[in-house]
């Protein structure tokens, strides 16, 4: 239990807010359904894609890297949940939305131009928003 508590300290200390952050996300996918983990997983995409842009900006390329592995693992994570059977036409749909992402995402990766990243997120963002209209239908 001291190293465990030690461990959330090491951590505090770091980062506070990525800490916070992590906790937050932690809790929301436990308590979370199939489509409301979705709904988080495009939160946690965008949020991603427009930490990496800033990143980009201001050259710090650790956490350009950090956010481009996020976003790249949650687009296949994303796409591994697609059912094509029951989904059809759109689920093959959303796979070619989520592999042009991803090279998007990767061929902006090794630029330093933030707008690759920002689009990208742009798009997702109107699934994101669709999806969650979605749900509350």
Known sequence: RQQLMAGYATALRGDPEATYRQIDLVG???????????????????????????????QNYALKGEKITRATAILFALEAGLDFDKGGEVSHTLARLYRGARNAIVDAS???????????????EEIAQAWAQARRA
Do not use: I
């Open 110 to 124: 090794v630029g330093h131009e933030a707008q690759p990243f920002l689009e990208v997120a742009s798009n997702l």
């Open 28 to 58: 929301r996918t436990g308590e979370a359904d199939g489509p409301a983990l979705v709904q988080l997983l495009y939160e946690e995409l965008v949020r991603a894609l427009r930490v990496a842009a800033h990143a980009t900006e201001n």
